[in-house]
C-alpha cells in the first residue's frame, strides 16, 4: 500500500454519527440543549462561589476550578459535532484536528489531578480538622491549583514529539465525534506501538499516582469515619464528601470503559458512545450533584435565585389583600 507523508494530509473526515442518518438534526438540537445545560449550570457554581463569601473555602475554591474545566472540556468537542449534525462539516484540518487533541487531553490530565487535590483538601478536612484552616490556606491552595493547570499544559506536549514522524494512507475518515488518539492510530501506517507505549507510560505516569492519591485518601476517610460513634455524626462527616465520591466514581468508570479494556473488547462505535457520556453526562451532573447534596451550596443558590412555593405567594397576596385600603 503506497504511503503518503504526513506534511502532505492536509485535512481529515470525522463522521460523527453516521449510523443515524435521519437523526442529525434531533441529535444536533439535543447536544445543543446539553450544551446549554453544562454552561448553564457550571456558570452558576462559578458564580455563586465567587459571590458567597460562605463559600470561599478550598472545597467550593477547587469546585469553582472543576466547574471552569468542565466549560473548557465540552467547549472542545460539542460545539465541532453540533456542526457536523447541522451544517455536515465534517472537515477539520490537520492543525485543527492536532489542536482539538491537544487540548482534550489538556482537559482529562487536569481532571486527573484537581479530582486527587479535592480528595486530598477532603481528607485533610476529615481526619486533621483542627489543622485544615493551617494546613489549607490560601497560599496552599492557589499553589495546587495553578500546579493542576501547569501539569496538564505539559503532560499532553510529550505525545506530540512523536506524532509528526508518522504516516497516513488509505483513508482519512475518523470514525468519532472528534480527534481521539485511538481513532487516529487507526489511520496510520507507521508502526504506532511506539507512541502507544508513550501513551501507556505518560498516561500511567500522570493518572496512577492522582489515582492512588483519591484512593489513599478515601480509605483514611472512610476509616475515620466509621471511628465516629454518633450515627449523626457518621452522616455528616460523610455528606462533606459523598458528592466528590460520586464524581470520582463516574469520571475513572467512564475511563476505564473507553481505554483500559482489552483491545478485543474494544470497537469505535461502543468508544464513541462511552465518550460522548463522558464528554457531557459527567460535566452535565456535577453542578447537580454538588447542588444536591451540598447544604451550603443550596444555600447560596436560595439566596441568588430565590423562589417561591405556591404556598408562600398565597400567603403573600393574601397579607396584600388584608392591608387594602376600605
Given amino acids: 500500500m503506497e504511503k503518503v507523508n504526513f506534511t502532505t494530509v492536509t485535512e481529515f473526515i470525522i463522521l460523527g454519527f453516521p449510523e443515524f442518518p435521519e437523526?442529525?438534526?434531533?441529535?444536533?438540537?439535543?447536544?445543543?440543549?446539553?450544551?446549554?445545560i453544562i454552561l448553564m449550570g457550571n456558570l452558576t457554581m462559578i458564580t455563586i462561589t465567587c459571590l458567597d463569601s460562605h463559600l470561599h473555602t478550598p472545597m467550593y475554591f477547587f469546585l469553582g476550578n472543576l466547574s471552569f474545566l468542565d466549560?473548557?472540556?465540552?467547549?472542545?468537542?460539542?460545539?465541532?459535532?453540533?456542526?457536523?449534525?447541522?451544517?455536515?462539516?465534517?472537515?477539520?484540518?490537520?492543525?485543527?484536528?492536532?489542536?482539538?487533541?491537544?487540548?482534550?487531553?489538556?482537559?482529562?490530565?487536569?481532571?486527573?489531578?484537581?479530582l486527587s487535590v479535592m480528595a486530598y483538601d477532603r481528607y485533610v478536612a476529615i481526619c486533621q480538622p483542627l489543622c485544615y484552616h493551617l494546613i489549607m490556606n490560601q497560599k496552599v491552595c492557589i499553589f495546587l491549583s495553578a500546579g493542576t493547570w501547569i501539569l496538564s499544559l505539559i503532560l499532553p506536549a510529550f505525545y506530540f514529539i512523536f506524532i509528526p514522524h508518522f504516516s497516513f494512507c488509505g483513508s482519512n475518515e475518523i470514525n468519532h465525534f472528534f480527534c481521539d488518539f485511538p481513532a487516529l492510530l487507526k489511520l496510520s501506517c507507521s508502526n504506532t506501538s511506539t507512541l502507544q507505549s508513550v501513551v501507556y507510560i505518560v498516561g500511567a505516569f500522570m493518572a496512577f499516582p492522582c489515582f492512588m492519591a483519591t484512593i489513599t485518601s478515601y480509605v483514611y476517610i472512610i476509616s475515620n469515619i466509621l471511628r465516629i460513634r454518633s450515627t449523626e455524626g457518621r452522616r455528616k462527616a460523610f455528606s462533606t464528601c459523598s458528592s466528590h465520591l460520586t464524581v470520582v466514581c463516574l469520571f475513572y468508570l467512564t475511563l476505564i470503559c473507553v481505554y483500559?479494556?482489552?483491545?478485543?473488547?474494544q470497537s469505535m462505535n461502543q468508544n464513541k458512545v462511552i465518550s460522548i457520556l463522558h464528554n457531557t453526562l459527567i460535566p452535565m451532573f456535577n453542578p447537580l450533584i454538588y447542588s444536591m447534596k451540598n447544604k451550603d451550596v443550596k444555600t447560596a443558590l436560595g439566596k441568588r435565585f430565590p423562589l417561591k412555593t405556591m404556598s408562600d405567594f398565597q400567603k403573600s397576596l393574601t397579607g396584600q389583600q388584608m392591608h387594602l385600603p376600605g
Avoid: H, W
Wanted: proline share 5%; with cysteine; charged share 10%.
Fill in 23 to 36: 437523526l442529525q438534526i434531533p441529535l444536533f438540537f439535543l447536544f445543543l440543549l446539553i450544551y446549554l
Fill in 71 to 114: 466549560i473548557f472540556f465540552t467547549t472542545v468537542t460539542l460545539p465541532k459535532l453540533m456542526d457536523i449534525l447541522l451544517r455536515k462539516n465534517y472537515y477539520i484540518s490537520m492543525s485543527g484536528c492536532f489542536i482539538q487533541l491537544y487540548f482534550y487531553l489538556n482537559m482529562a490530565s487536569n481532571e486527573f489531578l484537581i
Fill in 260 to 265: 483500559l479494556r482489552p483491545q478485543s473488547m
